[in-house]
């Protein structure tokens, strides 16, 4: 079986924020963005490139993005490739997946952060 994934335990990666003054390890007063429906609707998203499939190819992509106040991803930037069609895979991923912003204390912040994606055939 042809599989995509994405390497769970390391999903998201806070990089840099804008905003973010928390310390990473309260949870109470701080969450990092997430996609909407959870790491199912990004998987969903995520399109195994016909080709590579075909052949048996595998790649890491490691993308980074902003994810500001409403939710919105923008500055998407392939921090590691895999090949351009893979990394085409994962970019069209993360912007067509909604996204819940980060936040602190409450209130939504914008952040920076990284996110692996595993191109595995079984």
């Known amino acids: 079986m042809i599989k995509t994934k994405l390497t769970l335990t390391a999903m ?12 990473p390890k309260s949870n109470k007063s701080c969450c990092q963005p997430t996609p909407v429906g959870g790491m199912e609707s990004l998987e969903q ?3 195994y490139p016909l080709l590579d499939r075909h052949e048996g190819n595998d790649a890491d992509v490691i993308l980074n993005f902003d ?4 939710g919105n991803v923008s ?3 392939v921090a590691n490739s895999g090949g351009t069609m893979f990394d085409k895979s ?14 602190q204390n409450g209130s939504p912040v914008a952040v ?3 996110l692996p994606f595993e191109y595995r055939s079984e």
């Open 67 to 70: 994810v500001d106040v409403y």
């Open 75 to 77: 500055n998407v930037q």
């Open 45 to 47: 998203n995520t399109v």
């Open 90 to 103: 994962a970019v069209m991923a993360v912007m067509n997946t909604q996204w819940s912003p980060a936040m």
């Open 12 to 23: 998201i990666l806070l990089l840099g924020t804008t905003q973010l003054m928390a310390d």
């Open 112 to 114: 920076t952060f990284e």
